[in-house]
C-alpha cells in the first residue's frame, strides 16, 4: 500500500491563482481531512469528509473548495490563491468510527507571491 | 473556550535522560488522546493512543499517561538518542466521531 500520496510537493503561486491539491489515499479509508501548517500555529484542519458525497468545514474553510465524488481521493481547491494561505499542507485519512489513528500524506508545501 | 496546549515549545535533553513533554486541555472531555511524531519535512506519525480510563500505556521506550482529572497528558521517552529529535503532537477527538485537533507540538532536540 502507498498510503496517502499528495501532489505536488511543493507550488509556486501568483496571487489570484487557482489550483487543486491532490489527495488519493488507498487503504479504503471513509474518512479524510485537510489540514494546514503554519508556524506557531500548530496543526489547523480547512475540511473533512466522512465518505463519498459527504464534506464539511473545519476551523478555517474560508478560501478553500472540497469535493469527494470517490472513497480514494480528496482534492483540495484554491479558487483565487491569496499570500495569506502561503502554508504546509497535509492530507489525512482514518477508518470510520473514531478511535483510531491517521495517517498523514507527506505533505505539500505552498507559496503565494 | 476550548483549549490543547503543549507547554513547551522547545525542549533539550541531554541523550540518555528522560524527555517529559506535556500536554494540556481546557473544556474538553476527550474518550482518548493521541501523540504522533513528526520529522522536518514530512507529515506527522502516530505513535500512541490512550484512552480515558487507561492510567498508562507503553511501547518500547515510550510512555504515555492520561490523568482526566488534571486535564492532561504526559509523554515519556526514556533513554533518549539523538534519532529521538522531532516535533511531538498530542491530539484528541471533541467529541465521538468528530475529527482530531491537535496541540501546536513540543520541538525535542536531543543533545549528544
Known amino acids: 500500500n502507498a498510503g496517502v500520496t499528495q501532489t505536488p510537493k511543493f507550488q509556486v503561486l501568483k496571487t489570484g491563482q487557482s489550483m487543486t491539491l491532490q489527495c488519493a489515499q488507498d487503504?479504503?479509508?471513509?474518512?479524510m481531512s485537510w489540514y494546514r501548517q503554519d508556524p506557531g500555529m500548530g496543526l489547523r484542519l480547512i475540511h473533512y469528509?466522512?465518505?463519498?458525497?459527504?464534506?464539511d468545514q473545519g476551523e478555517v474553510p474560508n478560501g478553500y473548495n472540497v469535493s469527494r465524488s470517490t472513497t480514494e481521493d480528496f482534492p483540495l481547491r484554491l479558487l483565487s490563491a491569496a499570500p495569506s494561505q502561503t502554508s504546509v499542507y497535509f492530507c489525512?485519512?482514518?477508518?470510520?468510527?473514531?478511535?483510531?489513528?491517521?495517517?498523514f500524506g507527506s505533505g505539500t508545501q505552498l507559496s503565494v507571491l | 473556550s476550548q483549549k490543547i496546549e503543549q507547554n513547551s515549545e522547545a525542549l533539550n535533553i541531554q541523550e540518555g535522560k528522560t524527555a517529559t513533554l506535556t500536554c494540556n486541555y481546557t473544556?474538553?472531555?476527550?474518550?482518548?488522546l493521541q501523540w504522533y511524531r513528526q520529522d522536518p519535512g514530512r507529515g506527522p506519525v502516530f505513535l500512541l493512543l490512550?484512552?480515558?480510563?487507561?492510567k498508562e500505556k507503553r511501547k518500547e521506550r515510550l510512555k504515555v499517561t492520561f490523568d482526566t482529572t488534571l486535564k492532561q497528558s504526559l509523554f515519556h521517552i526514556t533513554a533518549s538518542q539523538p534519532a529521538d529529535s522531532a516535533t511531538y503532537l498530542c491530539?484528541?477527538?471533541?467529541?465521538?466521531?468528530?475529527?482530531?485537533?491537535f496541540g501546536k507540538g513540543t520541538r525535542l532536540s536531543v543533545i549528544a
Open positions: 487503504m479504503n479509508h471513509e474518512y
Open positions: 469528509s466522512v465518505g463519498a458525497g459527504i464534506t
Open positions: 473544556n474538553y472531555s476527550p474518550a482518548y
Open positions: 491530539a484528541l477527538e471533541p467529541s465521538g466521531n468528530t475529527p482530531l485537533v
Open positions: 490512550i484512552r480515558e480510563n487507561e
Open positions: 489525512a485519512s482514518r477508518d470510520p468510527g473514531g478511535n483510531e489513528k491517521l495517517f
